[in-house]
């Protein structure tokens, strides 16, 4: 089973949750923006990923600036509970399988948690190519 916490109006979760169906899986997609999150679901999930609120943090095209979690020394906790308040502070996709989890950008990241790959070529979502004709990946 592979599930990818997606935003819909993201290209790279667009383009990620294309790589995982054209791979011939049936993801669980948790539209968060609408879900929101909980705490020990983000706890879980970046332990997974072996990430921090930090690192996880979108940084742009967010309220990240405006609540002032940008500046060195405001606490993992302070990003943590304004990522519970808006969901859109938490980086996407973060894809999970029976391989990892992981936030998969570049959207080629989540070839690593995929058993099975699909067809090339494959593209990201700025025409780079992925994976070639044959299917190798390329980079």
């Not at 308040?85 to 995929?114: F, M, Y």
Request: glycine share 6%; charged share 20%; hydrophobic share 40%.
């Amino acid at each position: 089973m592979i599930v990818i916490h997606h935003n819909p109006d993201c290209g790279t979760s667009r383009n990620v949750l294309s790589i995982i169906e054209a791979a011939g899986y049936q993801p669980v997609v948790i539209p968060y923006l609408q879900t929101g999150w909980t705490k020990p679901q983000l706890l879980a999930l970046f332990a997974a990923a072996e990430l921090t609120p930090r690192q996880a943090l979108r940084e742009t095209k967010s309220p990240a600036a405006e609540l002032d979690l940008l500046a060195d020394g405001v606490s993992d906790e302070t990003i943590l509970e304004a990522m519970l308040q808006h969901p859109v502070l938490v980086n996407r996709p973060i894809v999970c399988s029976a391989k990892g989890v992981k936030l998969c950008r570049p959207s080629e990241t989540v070839l690593d948690l995929l058993d099975n790959w699909p067809p090339g070529p494959l593209f990201k979502e700025d025409g780079e190519l992925v994976l070639d004709a044959n299917g190798n990946r390329v980079g």
